[in-house]
């Protein structure tokens, strides 16, 4: 398919038309990993930027819901969306340990048929979604994107092929921002050892001098 044809293929839906989103669950009290707990809770500091979120034994944290979680539970190809603060990003849930709820802090979208997870979460991180959704924001301290408001929110979908496509892409672009930001720090600690070896090179020299 040429590009117009691709361009042509594509709809424009308000959110709430090409998927279900759901609120999170409110957890009393703190959250803190219980050996006993019935359930995994996945937190903001599980998730990497522009990443589909993968289990891992390191994001181990359980608890036991005071009430009912089944309306709050996750599966893989869900989206989870921060709703709160100032910075509301997404991620599709690629794989997730049975059972995972998430915290209220989100909104746990449900890609209808025809819309891919991965596609989604990379479209409500682009410049245009951020931009409608920093007007969407309200209250002050910890500013709230509403859901209702945010059901609202225009998404262009194309076609299956074409979503599938530029979630890859967006995700090996996310790997190597990842993988140039470890460089980069990996590089400011190399030069910032060198530099006191030579320091230190320096320091004993001066001290020899004197002696």
Known sequence: MTKRGRAEAARVLPLAECAEVLPGFSVRGRMEHALNGTHQLILTRHLTDGMPYVYEPAHELRITPHTDPNSYKVRSGDVLFMSR?????????????????????????????????GYLAWYLNQTPA????DRMRTGAGTPLVQRRSFETLPVVVPSEAVQGEVAQVGELMARERLLRQRLDEALDQLQSLQSTRIIEGLRDGARRKAR
Do not use: C
């Open 130 to 133: 951020q931009a409608a959704i």
């Open 85 to 117: 603060g100032e910075k509301n990003r997404a991620w599709v849930l690629a794989n997730v340990k049975e059972p995972t709820i998430a915290p209220v802090s989100f909104y746990i979208m449900r890609p209808k048929p025809g819309l891919d997870g």
